[in-house]
């Protein structure tokens, strides 16, 4: 194969190596200018020749308006608004008969039972009080009159208790603090039917019993007697120790 003479065009490449670079370094000189020039004619959109749009004018745009069919559902029903659950009404507790008393201020939680009756020698109705003292194997107890109303029922509720009792079993009474009682004193009774009933005091009060006149016995009456309102009456033994000149009532309602 015959050898390529590279000697003798080296010159000549070089030569064509040196024109470009020549065009090259022109093209870049002049560059700037050609932009200008273009600039100038108008060729290109300038920041400060930028089309402005009109915008539409807030009035221009209508607001729909609210067709009859619109206005009636929504007066009448959302569809798309859940219904509430309506609050189930509390059963309220049918009335039934005490089984327990608490009275928190003066420490009270005890036992409540039906008082019983008997006719005594001269042929009178008595409530059986000596049925509620302590004995050996119990507290005292607290007695609900077979006349009184119950509660929930309304009525009168009366409870009798004592403030000593007989013998040496639990000295003090259930009732012995009775009369420190305050207006606004809470007391709650439980009936045997699982019902739970608040009531708060309104009156403290100590009525004579030593005479046993009518007009003694009509003011005893006046809380031991039925009532139109639902109250609680509780009656215990009052006046000087073993005399028992007085009775003892707190009404709460």
Known sequence: MPRIPWRRWLPNLLLIIGGLMLLWA??????????SSQLGSGNYL?????ISLPLPQLSSIRTPEATPEDVFFSLV??????????????????AGPVIRVVIPSIDV???????RQYRDSTGQIQYDTNSLFATSSRLDLVGQTLTSGDPGGGGNIVLVGHNYNRGW???EGVFVSLDDLKPGDKIVLYTENGGKFKYYVKKVVQVPYLYKTAAELNKHLNYLGPTHDERVTMVTCGGPFGVWSARIYVVAK
């Open 26 to 35: 022109a093209l870049v000189t002049l560059k700037p200018f050609l932009i």
């Open 46 to 50: 300038l920041t400060s020749n930028k």
């Open 169 to 171: 079993y639990a000295w």
């Open 77 to 94: 029903h959302n569809p798309y608004t859940p219904t509430p659950t309506p609050t189930p009404t509390p059963t309220p507790i049918p």
């Open 109 to 115: 939680d005890r036992a409540v039972v039906p008082l």
